[in-house]
């Protein structure tokens, strides 16, 4: 199962799009999900760790996977299952 974490704004407008994105998603797939705000101590990590100057910006599996709005065929070719 995939792991997600959206790093997000709350003076982002693009961020509640990809918010709904990701919701609409947990409805067709199976993935661990949570939102962080790129303000908080634990954003502020998040962003340094993986080089992050925008948001919304999606960290999947621990890499650093999209930043903006990814358009629904890329999610679901990230949380696809791999093989082996």
């Given amino acids: 199962m995939?792991?997600?974490?959206?790093?997000?704004?709350?003076?982002?407008?693009?961020?509640?799009?990809?918010?709904?994105?990701?919701?609409?998603?947990?409805?067709?797939?199976?993935?661990?999900?949570?939102?962080?705000?790129?303000?908080?101590?634990?954003?502020?990590?998040?962003?340094?760790?993986h080089s992050i100057r925008a948001v919304p910006a999606t960290i999947i599996n621990g890499r650093l996977t999209f930043i903006g709005v990814p358009t629904r065929q890329s999610v679901e070719k990230a949380l696809a299952p791999r093989p082996g």
């Fill in 2 to 49: 995939a792991n997600v974490v959206l790093l997000v704004s709350s003076t982002c407008g693009a961020c509640p799009s990809a918010k709904s994105l990701f919701k609409e998603m947990r409805v067709k797939h199976s993935f661990s999900y949570r939102e962080v705000d790129i303000n908080s101590p634990d954003g502020q990590e998040l962003a340094e760790r």
